[in-house]
C-alpha cells in the first residue's frame, strides 16, 4: 500500500520550455503532499507544501511564480516549472502525507521515485 | 532553525558487518524521526519512523534509536549485505505542517 507515482521520470528540454511534473497517491488520498528539490550529492530541500483546494504554502527562497503548483484533487498534485533554464536542472521528488487522524497528526510520508529535469 | 547533521557522510564495509550511522538534529521538538534509503537516481524508500514518544523501532535487520533529549539518532544495520549499498538518509519532523528536515546523507558500500 502508500504508493505514490511521479512521472515523468526523466525530462530534458530546451531553455525557455515550462515543463511540468504530475505526483499521484495511487491507493490512498492525499490532503497534503510535498515538493522537493534534490542539487546532486545534496539532501532534499523542502520547496512547497500543496493543499488540496488551496494554494500551495511556499518555502522561503522559493519563487511561487517560477514554480506553479496545483492540488485539484485528492490524489493528484502537479509542479510545473516555468519557463525552465538551465539552473533550474535538478532532482524533483513528491511526497504524500498518509491520511491521519488530527491536522497536526504528522502522518508518514510517501515518495515518488523522483524526475530528472535537464534544461539544455 | 532546525539543521540535521549525518555523519559519517561515506562508509564503506565488508560484507556481513554490523554498522552504526548517526544523525543529530539541533531543535529536539520533533514529532517524529525517520531514516528513507535512496538508491542512486531514485526516490525515497521509508525504512522506519519513530515517533518521538518511542525509544526506537525494528524492521529485519534494520534497528533505529531515538534520543530526542540528545538530540540523536542511531540507525545499525546487522549483518550487512551488498544490497544495502545506498545513500540513507535521516529526516526530521517538527512544527505544524509536517515539514521534513533532511539530513545530508550517508553514502554507505557493502562490498563482497
Known amino acids: 500500500g502508500a504508493v505514490v507515482s511521479q512521472h515523468p521520470s526523466r525530462v530534458i528540454c530546451k531553455s525557455g520550455t515550462s515543463v511540468k511534473i504530475e505526483c499521484r497517491s495511487l491507493?490512498?488520498?492525499?490532503?497534503?503532499m510535498f515538493w522537493y528539490r534534490q542539487f546532486p550529492k545534496q539532501s532534499l530541500m523542502l520547496m512547497a507544501t500543496?493543499?488540496?483546494?488551496?494554494?500551495?504554502?511556499?518555502e522561503q527562497g522559493v519563487e511561487k511564480d517560477k514554480f506553479l503548483i496545483n492540488h485539484a484533487s485528492l490524489t493528484l498534485s502537479t509542479l510545473t516549472v516555468t519557463s525552465a533554464h538551465p539552473e533550474d536542472s535538478s532532482f524533483y521528488i513528491c511526497?504524500?502525507?498518509?491520511?491521519?487522524?488530527?491536522?497536526?497528526?504528522?502522518?508518514?510520508?510517501?515518495f515518488g521515485d523522483g524526475t530528472r529535469l535537464s534544461i539544455l | 532553525k532546525q539543521e540535521v547533521t549525518q555523519i559519517p557522510a561515506a562508509l564503506s564495509v565488508p560484507e556481513g558487518e554490523n554498522l552504526v550511522l548517526n544523525c543529530s538534529f539541533t531543535?529536539?521538538?520533533?514529532?517524529?524521526l525517520q531514516w528513507f534509503r535512496q538508491d542512486p537516481g531514485k526516490g525515497l524508500t521509508s525504512l522506519l519512523l519513530?515517533?518521538?514518544?518511542?525509544r526506537e523501532q525494528t524492521s529485519g535487520r534494520l534497528n533505529a534509536s531515538l534520543d530526542k533529549s540528545s538530540g540523536r539518532s542511531t540507525l545499525y544495520i546487522a549483518a550487512s549485505q551488498p544490497g544495502d549499498s545506498a545513500t540513507y538518509l535521516c529526516?526530521?519532523?517538527?512544527?505544524?505542517?509536517?515539514?521534513?528536515?533532511f539530513g545530508t546523507g550517508t553514502q554507505l558500500k557493502v562490498e563482497l
Open positions: 511526497s504524500a502525507e498518509s491520511p491521519g487522524t488530527g491536522i497536526l497528526s504528522n502522518q508518514p510520508q510517501h
Open positions: 519513530i515517533q518521538s514518544s518511542q
Open positions: 491507493d490512498f488520498q492525499a490532503t497534503t
Open positions: 500543496s493543499n488540496e483546494g488551496s494554494k500551495a504554502t511556499y
Open positions: 529526516a526530521v519532523s517538527a512544527g505544524g505542517g509536517n515539514k521534513l528536515t
Open positions: 531543535d529536539s521538538a520533533i514529532y517524529n
